[in-house]
């Protein structure tokens, strides 16, 4: 395994005290637990934004934290859900008196974990929703969009619900908004090479030499297909019509789109890939309104690339359009 | 070769189509040329900076483009310099009345031709200045300065020019404070992984599965030594300390640090190293001023991550404070 590492049991405390160490401007940790926090949250007055989920996804969680995105990250180990002490303390840290904002992927472990410490939290007397993302269209079917699983498009809802507590909204209003952006978020992603799990030194899956995953999800969980390696403008096809019928996107529609590399796969073949996805979009007659593209939430290093489209309305241009100063996304 | 493109012949073109519509809001390209240049370009009343290089290192160059930073780029084929005429171009789309910088690595192809464009450039009455950039400590021993290539200390200069020229400077006081940020910026990378070159499939250097190369380049250039794979903590202390003694940066100093990624080495690795290089520049009692972390200047999908230090003073603290609007490099 060739990884720049120290002991694995080590990687989560060395990594955060690197993170609070270079971005100590704009993030601090609390002293009890592996929760990150802006260093100014609590922010009275305004709701607090809380995400969180496993490790090996940087930029995401935490790269996240800043003003006008998320408050509080509750920091799971590799690929596994934070525990629901993490996840309490967390909402806890950002709670300015406004209530809290939860706002995290469909995996069974944080939804349960987040799930419990909302309990906790509204037991003491903190006003707590939750917005679960589902994007990941390759994950089940859409008459069964409640299993599947959130991918990039997280990063949609954090910039949604991040620009509407600065802007002083309230919580059943961005509920409302986050749950509308989530809906009209739609992502499938392929991968080509795996990751290796730095505590294990295993792949996150298996894939012959020529093979590609279509529309595997961020742990390498399979998609709905094992083919050959195609060109970028056939499996960018393949992934952004995928992705327009599910919806289904519409003739008309304006969309951002977000182009999110996995890990390994390059800014220059991603470019080539978002003109195709361009094209396609023209040919349906849908605007782009605004493109993300760079790593934006990867498998360590795993090689392939995600397409997200989501559907835009007048209140979503605004909150994308808003800027916002997180660690590793930064908009003017 | 995993890779998602189409036909190595039509790389960079078909990249570059989806820079422009991805960053239609930040970019345009020149109808002639494979240049792009800042939407607003030329801004009449600043000093254009212009830069350029071989592609394949992206968000280098191109990613730079934008208020604060470069307004214009001059792009090449994989790892090669771009053609004269292509220089001049980007020279002639980015002087809006106070003269040209020139700010590019110090790369033999790179340095002919962007230096014949200038002197193009100059015979038609345009005041033209270069600062080339040499940070790479393991590429040619400090006697011999002038010999050595630029890496990510590019990144750098292009802020700091770019703020200068924002502000108003003029030409020779960006000449004079930029090539002092040179000077005061050493960098060192490390490599464990080539990467896989489009055009011929052939990796970019040779390596063992238990090997890494100290001091690689950015092209895959050999460094100083081969050795075994190394404890992060090892090889950030290895990479540091030459940097360190380079200078030599000196007890009292303050510091911005940037730890630069080569491709698919991932934040959470990143992030182990720089808690490592905080930790060694406290026992110089070196202070960090300002820490940038990311992929800044790759290598393709190159496995491996350079640190480099530069020495800050009250003016080049100005300007790596100032705001920029990148199209892949924004802060507040």
Not at 23 to 41: G, I, M, Q, Y
Not at 118 to 133: C, N, R, T
Request: a negative charge.
């Amino acid at each position: 395994m060739k990884k720049f590492i120290n002991r694995p049991e080590n990687l989560i405390e060395e990594m955060l005290a690197g993170f609070v160490i270079a971005n100590a401007n704009k993030v601090r940790r609390l002293e009890t637990e592996r929760v990150l926090v802006r260093k100014d949250a609590p922010v009275q007055g305004k709701v607090g934004v809380v995400t969180g989920g496993g490790s090996g996804h940087k930029p995401a969680f935490i790269g996240y934290i800043g003003k006008g995105l998320v408050d509080a990250v509750a920091v799971g180990d590799i690929f596994a859900a934070p525990p629901v002490q993490r996840a309490y303390e967390a909402i806890k840290a950002s709670h300015g008196g406004r209530g809290v904002l939860l706002c995290f992927g469909n995996y069974s472990g944080d939804v349960m974990n987040f799930g419990m410490a909302q309990e906790l939290a509204q037991s003491e007397g903190i006003e707590v929703e939750s917005v679960i993302v589902n994007d990941d269209v390759a994950s089940s079917p859409r008459d069964r969009m409640d299993n599947r699983r959130g991918v990039a498009g997280e990063v949609i809802l954090w910039k949604v619900a991040g620009a509407m507590a600065e802007e002083g909204a309230d919580l059943q209003k961005m509920k409302e908004v986050g749950e509308r952006a989530v809906f009209n978020t739609r992502s499938m992603g392929v991968a080509h090479t795996p990751c290796i799990l730095p505590t294990s030194g295993k792949p996150s899956f298996e894939i012959g030499p020529d093979e590609m995953e279509i529309g595997v999800g961020h742990h390498g969980e399979p998609g709905i297909e094992r083919t050959k390696m195609m060109s970028a403008d056939q499996v960018t096809e393949l992934l952004t019509l995928k992705v327009i019928e599910d919806l289904p996107f519409a003739s008309g529609d304006e969309v951002t789109v977000l182009i999110n590399g996995l890990g390994s796969t390059s800014l220059l073949e991603m470019y080539i890939c978002v003109r195709k996805v361009a094209e396609i979009l023209s040919d349906h007659n849908i605007k782009i309104y605004r493109t993300y593209i760079g790593e934006f939430f990867t498998s360590l290093e795993m090689g392939g690339f995600s397409v997200t489209l989501t559907k835009m309305d007048d209140e979503l241009k605004k909150y994308i359009d808003a800027p916002c100063d997180g660690v590793h996304f930064v908009q003017h």
